[in-house]
């Protein structure tokens, strides 16, 4: 497993190695991360209107089932306004094969449309399970992968971000970020924490 200590000169920063899944064994090119573009249309850029409240729900989770993990192939990505997108997500309990599975898919999808990262609810499959790559392409960079994130602590400086989203095709906005999150995370299936830093 490869470490994710070459991510600790460029951004987003991890400030501790971690198990977190970590598949490639190159560092990216830090001037392609900074000129990469989240769409392959051309962004439409507006001033910021909102920020999101950070909040922290202390609710039971839903436990995702085996059947939250099926899915018809080739997978693709939801568009707003699906209500998939704003529905509850289920906590992941099981690390096995079809967590795998799931994973690989994703990758595939997020590089065949451009994407730097991407949620299973952006597939319409609402499991708490994310995965990214900052340099966007196959064989470069770090995969992520992100099980059951919390955010444990954050930073009250706000920094300004120009972001995209592949469930909203050809939109990018400036954005009001935080400039420093921890994150607890689930890793097969061991607690790790770790440490993102704004671009």
């Not at 990216?28 to 392959?40: A, D, I, K």
């Not at 909040?55 to 099926?70: K, N, R, W, Y």
């Not at 954050?154 to 400039?179: H, W």
Request: glycine share 6%; hydrophobic share 40%; proline share 8%.
């Amino acid at each position: 497993m490869a470490s994710l200590r070459c991510l600790h000169s460029t951004h987003p920063h991890l400030h501790r190695g971690s198990a977190l899944l970590a598949i490639s064994n190159r560092c990216f090119n830090h001037s392609s991360l900074l000129n990469r573009t989240l769409s392959v249309n051309p962004p439409r850029t507006a001033p910021p209107r909102a920020m999101a409240k950070p909040s922290f729900s202390t609710a039971q989770d839903l436990v995702a089932s085996p059947g939250d993990f099926e899915f018809a192939q080739p997978l693709k990505i939801v568009e707003y306004p699906d209500p998939r997108l704003r529905a509850r997500n289920k906590r992941i309990v099981a690390f096995d094969d079809s967590l795998k599975k799931l994973v690989h898919e994703m990758f595939d999808v997020m590089y065949k449309t451009d994407g730097i990262g991407l949620s299973a609810p952006q597939l319409g499959i609402n499991v708490q399970l994310m995965v990214f790559n900052p340099v966007g392409e196959r064989g470069e960079g770090e995969e992520i992968v992100l099980v059951n994130p919390r955010v444990s602590q954050y930073s009250k400086k706000l920094t300004l971000f120009n972001e995209g989203c592949l469930s909203f095709p050809g939109i990018n906005a400036d954005v009001k970020c935080l400039m420093k999150v921890k994150r607890n995370i689930d890793v097969d299936p061991i607690l790790q924490k770790i440490v993102f830093k704004a671009i």
